[in-house]
């Protein structure tokens, strides 16, 4: 923040702020935690009840605060305040109720955050570049909350999980994705910029809503779209020439482009192309252990061919590759089944990113299907009889019992990974698919589902959750100083993952660690990034002592740290 001086390695910070400017800052503010010297230094006695409470006080205060709310959306809505009132204590309160809050703050609660974003709407946070302030990038950013800003996440809110346009209310994102780079990697909430561009948007019900806070016009797309996105990244080069920049939630259209259009030219990454394949390899390796087979034997079907779909198989050409299966060979094993079947090389006006990984149309000559047009997903089922099945359809019940039945006929053990959030948008819930398979799927989900009893025993399913890839990540490039983000590196933190996977010892755990452990993940997931930009020369290289120096001096702890009032 420019009024104070905030260094979290230091034992004291140092502000110019007093009396209720003080209260009013989220980043230093104790509420009822401050100390009757700092209350007398800083010009707060009277503004707060005389009782000086403990941080455990606190913590028992707003939980139970918390409790009392009826809905999850209430929750996201509390949450969301306590944030803009008192960053330590909110994440603290996070650390202590991780499993039970993390759904609140990010998905699946988060995408009815973004639908009411404009009923529920109390405090800004971030940056809004709105497409009327195209010409006026530079200053917008001059405005920025903070001073030193290490990572930047970006959304234009078009394709807001499985929710589609959202406008303005796509902010949600960046919020929720920047406070799990916090509460999982311990980036500084200081050094971190939620940014939202407003090109408007196609979304007839928030045109219509008196109360939507976007810009009311319908999106900018082609050219102009273009421009927009040039300007604003120019912006942010001159502005915050080291900075991370993840972009997030962008239609499929435009997602993979302005990726390889920028990364090269940016420290920069897409979430649901990269973190999304990477997350979801980490599983695949995991289920391969447990079946004590390679990734490169598998027949593999995805429902659903958007920006997720390619990087999960772009992450897993690349692990097969560390397999020494050919790339060819490969992307053979990919089948990718879109809103019009089968995607193979006959189809007309294929996307780019989808050609990579059409069918040769030969390899379905002698197939027996039920329509004269395309291959229908039943039809991929019944020929491919596949290995491994997921979902990023945002199809809500797409694994129908008929199509998990007809693959589990020819596997002993079928995965299973149904990924689309919101869990309203999930292909099949774990209770089916066990019931499906009788219990032999291995089964990884998008969005958190409760246990599932059965045979006397709960069986509990993990979440691939891309929390367990990003923050580690984005931790990683920045404590080493790497000047690009590699696929490599997500290769690299994927395969740190796996090595986690709980059933590895425990073959009726889930395929993925409690997310009580994310915090040690990430700083593992971390220096595996770290090293890998190392060999590949995109940073100074230094010892892994060093390394991990840097990573535990980056990584802040939600501690109340004393304050010193300096003249302003």
Not at 19 to 38: H, R, T, V, W, Y
Not at 367 to 391: A, E, M, Q, Y
Request: with cysteine; glycine share 8%; hydrophobic share 40%.
């Amino acid at each position: 923040m420019s009024s104070a001086v905030t260094k979290p390695s230091e034992p004291v910070i140092e502000t110019a702020l007093i009396g209720q400017l003080l209260l009013d800052n989220p980043l230093l503010n104790k509420g009822s935690a401050f100390p009757e010297d700092e209350r007398r230094e800083l010009g707060l006695l009277g503004l707060l009840p005389p009782h000086s409470s403990t941080v455990e006080e606190q913590l028992a205060r707003t939980y139970g605060n918390y409790l009392r709310k009826e809905s999850d959306l209430e929750r996201y809505v509390f949450l969301s305040a306590l944030q803009d009132r008192n960053e330590t204590l909110f994440y603290r309160l996070l650390q202590e109720h991780i499993t039970e809050m993390m759904p609140i703050i990010y998905t699946p609660t988060v995408g009815e955050g973004c639908r009411q974003y404009s009923h529920v709407f109390r405090r800004p946070r971030g940056l809004y570049i709105s497409y009327p302030h195209r010409d006026e990038i530079p200053l917008l950013l001059d405005n920025a909350p903070a001073d030193k800003v290490e990572v930047i996440v970006v959304t234009d809110g078009e394709r807001i999980l499985g929710l589609g346009d959202l406008g303005v209310g796509g902010m949600g994102i960046p919020i929720g994705k920047l406070s799990l780079y916090t509460l999982c990697a311990g980036i500084h909430p200081a050094t971190t910029l939620p940014i939202l561009l407003d090109v408007g948007t196609d979304n007839r019900e928030l045109l219509d809503d008196q109360l939507y806070l976007g810009w009311r016009h319908e999106r900018v797309r082609g050219q102009e779209y273009d421009v927009f996105i040039e300007a604003f990244v120019e912006a942010v080069q001159q502005k915050f020439p080291n900075v991370l920049l993840q972009w997030e939630d962008f239609s499929k259209q435009n997602a993979s482009r302005l990726l390889e259009r920028y990364r090269d030219r940016l420290c920069t990454f897409n979430d649901d192309i990269q973190g999304t394949g990477a997350v979801t390899v980490a599983g695949l390796l995991a289920a391969m252990n447990l079946r004590k087979a390679k990734l490169g034997e598998q027949r593999i079907v995805i429902l659903g061919a958007g920006s997720s779909a390619i990087g999960i198989c772009d992450q897993i050409v690349a692990a097969m590759g560390n397999e020494e299966t050919p790339q060819q060979d490969a992307r053979r094993a990919l089948w990718l089944v879109d809103s019009r079947g089968l995607v193979h090389e006959g189809r007309k006006s294929l996307e780019e990113s989808k050609r990579t990984y059409a069918q040769p149309i030969e390899h379905m000559f002698d197939w027996k299907v039920n329509s004269s047009n395309g291959f229908t997903f039943r039809d991929v089922i019944k020929n491919v009889h596949p290995t491994v099945l997921i979902g990023t359809s945002a199809q809500a019940g797409a694994f129908t019992e008929d199509i998990v039945r007809e693959m589990a006929r020819h596997v002993d053990r079928p995965v299973i990974f149904p990924l689309s959030n919101p869990t309203s948008k999930s292909e099949a819930t774990p209770s089916d698919l066990l019931t499906w398979t009788d219990g032999r799927a291995l089964i990884a989900t998008g969005s958190p589902f409760p246990p599932t009893s059965r045979a006397g025993r709960l069986i509990r399913t993990g979440q691939c959750n891309n929390a367990f890839i990003f923050p580690g990540v984005g931790l990683g490039v920045i404590a080493s100083g790497a000047r690009r983000v590699t696929d490599a590196m997500f290769v690299a933190a994927a395969r740190v993952l796996s090595e986690l996977s709980p059933a590895l010892n425990d073959p009726a755990a889930p395929l993925y660690p409690p997310l009580e452990s994310v915090r040690e993940i990430s700083r593992r997931v971390a220096l595996a990034v770290a090293l890998e930009a190392q060999r590949t020369g995109l940073t100074q290289t230094t010892s892994a002592d060093e390394l991990e120096r840097r990573l535990a001096d980056k990584m802040w702890q939600p501690h109340y740290f004393p304050l010193r009032r300096v003249a302003a």
